[in-house]
């Protein structure tokens, strides 16, 4: 069966073009013009909206109310189809710092889930947040749960997950982590550099141990010190300083002011930049309170402001958006082309995660998830694998 999305602004590759997208079975087979017509395919007017791919949130904890620490086949639907109908066709759900107990039961959750997750939206694997931490840049993370990498349970885990792990993210500082990185780029999963209180030295030896990316740069990512007058930078210059490095930002506008998305964007450079919700339970809803964690042994946060905090008030715990806030944010207030916004929000977390083969591009070949939306990135249409989803 054909389809032809007809007359949409397709923003793909750095450049808006006006045009169609003819899919069949499932993929893009066609880049045509805007008032093509293809007899044999079913239409579907466009009306002049953006056309994307679909967005890539690479790291989300939750939305519409659950939680992925919840540890259900239900909590797994809910958010994910949450954050479907804002436009995310790909989503890397993310544990936190747990018990094993928990975290384990979170895993076994989503394998229960995975196929019928599968059918709407793609969910290729999790990203295991923690709980390899440094105590020191904890933020949002149950300070309870934070340990040095134990080789017994980071290989149990990956054992038992039955290949569901595809990132991990972990202070390479920590005795043990280096070793932990080999393994995990050994049995194919991504470690990432996160919470942490590493030195350039350390996230040098990182890049040797596989470690690529960077879990939401300037959240709980070192700084530039001085020991004994002399300067020692931390991973958030270190960032600047490594090509082999990739970062992802929290770009909800509260977690990053925006003149510092601006400074990101032209100094890491647009290719290297992923935007990510890292999004809370709320995600979707209009809550004033939730819990970060799962819904027995998580901690209460408030909401205000847009964003979810400690209730002291002492840092962030989380964001509460969904991907096409993080769009409107970058484009339409850090004024960031949307051309650009795009790359970031579906080509380039496609790239780093290994996705891009079928993922993160509207070219023939790759896989029909497209978004439409609007001016103000309402998101209208989302299709996956050539099949309206959002309805
Ligand atoms: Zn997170």
Redesign the pocket.
Known sequence: MKKLIRNVRIVDGGLITPGSLLIEDGKITGVLAPDAVVPDADAFEGDGLYASAGFIDT?T?GAGGADFMDGTTNAYKTACRMHLIHGTTTIIP?TLAASNEEIARSIEAFNEAKEELNRDQYVPGLHL?GPYFAMAMKGGQDPRYIRNPDPAEYRAFVENANGAILRWSIAPELPGAMEMGDYLCANGIIPTIGHTDATYDDVKEAIRHGYTHITHLYSCTSSIIRKGGFRILGVTESAYCFDALTVELIADGCHLPLELIRMIVKCKGVDRIALIT?SLRPAGLDVTETTIGSSEYGRSVIIEDGVAKLPDRSAFA?SIATADRLVRTVWKKAGIPLTDTIRMMSENPAKIMHLDDRKGRLLPGKDADVVLFDEDVNVRDVFYMGRRVNA
């Open positions: 790291h904890h993310t947040e890292d989380g």
